[in-house]
């Protein structure tokens, strides 16, 4: 569906079982521009952002509905901003306590509104 809509410019391929290597080793592929995007866990991206590991600590959410307001809110973005070595393109919850999020280097392949989030977080085609 993507390569239809951009007109044949853009070709996803889907790699799973860790074909690519380890969440680590994507994360070095995609700083260094051997793969566009990837889903990693938040716990791996901490790892090269520190900063990052705020959004793990327990019990930080009153519910799913203020995490949210975190996750696509302003401190996040600025956060997302100093660490430039990657950009957020969305979070998905695997469980309450366990995120990850598709990240892509240097370009916003696609947020997510409210609604979209609704419907399962599927990223959409352009």
Known sequence: MVQERTGGRIHIIVESEAK?????EVLE???????????????????????????????LYRDSEHMWRVLDGEILRECARESAEYE????KDREEQSR???????????TL???EKERGNQVPAY
Do not use: D
């Not at 957020?88 to 979070?91: E, G, I, M, P």
């Open 113 to 115: 509104s409210a609604e």
């Open 29 to 59: 592929q995609i700083k260094y521009g051997g793969i566009a995007f990837a889903r990693v866990s938040l716990s791996q991206i901490a790892e090269q952002a520190p900063e990052m590991n705020v959004l793990q600590l327990p019990y």
């Open 88 to 91: 957020r393109v969305l979070w």
């Open 20 to 24: 690519l290597g380890s969440e680590s």
């Open 100 to 110: 990850q999020t598709a990240i892509a280097n240097g370009t916003c392949v696609s």
